[in-house]
């Protein structure tokens, strides 16, 4: 599976932060609150605990910043510096799911001889 970000002594991914980073809806940055944590949506804008906290708290809502449907369970921390990469690597791992299932994965052989067939054909 695909896994990044920078690891501490543990082997655990840490979180990627920046000073200039800022929630887009009360405007707190790290520089002032060097505690804050942001988490990035599926639709990868940041947002701060407590601001996900509030607006999610009655169930989906729009992103602020876009208005995709939103639920609070779809923010996770950020682990690459880059956005892009991160939503690459969310890719990847679907991809991996779809694309390298194994003879033990389906029921029978000839349903794992189609999906070979349907990947080779792609």
């Known amino acids: ?11 655990k991914t840490q979180e990627y932060s920046s000073q200039d980073d800022q929630c887009p809806v009360c405007k707190s940055d790290r520089y002032l609150n060097p505690k804050l944590r942001l988490l990035v949506s599926s639709c990868y804008h940041k947002m701060c605990e407590s601001c996900i906290d ?6 989906p809502a729009p992103c602020p910043v876009c208005s995709k449907i939103l639920r609070k369970m779809a923010f996770a921390p950020q682990t690459f510096e880059d956005l892009t990469v991160e939503k690459e690597v969310a890719v990847r791992r679907r991809m991996h799911k779809d694309f390298n299932k194994r003879k033990e994965d389906f029921i029978d052989l000839k349903s794992y001889n189609d999906y070979l067939e349907w990947v080779e054909e792609l």
């Open 54 to 59: 509030r607006l999610f708290t009655l169930g």
């Open 1 to 11: 599976m695909f896994s990044g970000g920078v690891k501490d002594s543990t082997g």
